[in-house]
């Protein structure tokens, strides 16, 4: 958490190599191309994390899915958003993806 307590916006200038690194491998699941990511953290950041990816991936599922209606489409939406809210919430930076 900051100082001055403000968000903090993530973007690849700013992340060490093993932040770059852990973006890489989730941008990488949430296209189907990685499946095993290990996360260190309390339980609350590892749970904020992983309700993050999955929001996020089925929202993406969502998205291809030949029949996906708007409705279905926002209803991820809906979700991903509000577990983009809840990552930003503990861990003070903005859910990248």
Same mark, same amino acid.
């Given at each position: &958490?900051?100082?001055?307590? $403000?968000?903090?916006?993530?973007? @690849?200038?700013? =992340?060490? =190599?093993?932040?770059?690194? &852990?973006?890489?491998?989730?941008?990488?699941?949430?296209?189907?191309?990685?499946?095993?990511? $290990?996360?260190?953290?309390?339980?609350? @950041?590892? *749970?904020?994390?992983?309700?993050? &990816?999955?929001?996020?991936?089925?929202? *993406?599922? @969502?998205?291809?899915?030949?029949?996906?209606?708007?409705?279905?489409?926002?209803? $991820? =939406?809906?979700?991903?958003?509000?577990?983009? *809210? *809840?990552? @930003? $919430?503990?861990?003070?930076?903005?859910?990248? =993806?």
């Amino acid at each position: &958490m900051t100082d001055d307590n $403000k968000k903090i916006n993530l973007h @690849e200038r700013d =992340l060490n =190599l093993l932040g770059k690194i &852990m973006f890489t491998a989730i941008g990488a699941w949430l296209v189907g191309k990685a499946t095993n990511i $290990k996360l260190r953290g309390s339980q609350e @950041e590892i *749970q904020t994390v992983y309700n993050a &990816m999955v929001s996020s991936r089925r929202f *993406q599922d @969502e998205l291809h899915r030949p029949g996906a209606t708007v409705d279905s489409v926002m209803t $991820k =939406l809906q979700l991903k958003n509000a577990s983009s *809210q *809840q990552f @930003e $919430k503990i861990l003070n930076i903005a859910w990248p =993806l």
